[in-house]
């Protein structure tokens, strides 16, 4: 759990990058979210040599986290770690991201997850836009 949680708190801001003005970031252990559900998700991580550069959480049929440490993205763990995710559900499966977050909608984009609905949240007082993407899978 601490070294998923560096992950986060390495990765956390990104998400970010479009927004204009400051954020609060929540660190992992910090934000009540996580630590309700995270005993309930599934986890896949990526080491290398022997340090975890990435993780995947999903529950259910619901993807809460997809985040690389920055040195190592372009190498193609969010894919791997994406597809590990999707071989474990079937039918129709979400994720919410940052409505201003293209860079994460591409990456879904080519695994086929389309818009589903937005909302606007209130994130520790900022007002952001978050958008669900969906996937309609067969059940296997």
Known sequence: NVAIGRIYDLCRPDEFYSETGDFKVVKWFDESFIQENIVHSKIVVCEIDSLVVGFCGWRKNHIYWLYVSPTYRR?????????????????????????????????????EFSLGTRKTVDYYGKYLELDTMVLKRENA
Do not use: H, P, Q, T
Not at 75 to 80: Q, T, Y
Not at 86 to 103: K, P, Q, Y
């Open 75 to 111: 190498l193609g763990i969010a894919k791997k770690l994406l597809g590990e995710a999707l071989c474990d559900m079937s039918g129709e499966i979400s994720l919410s991201v940052w409505a201003s977050n293209s860079r994460a909608k591409a990456l879904y984009s080519e695994y």
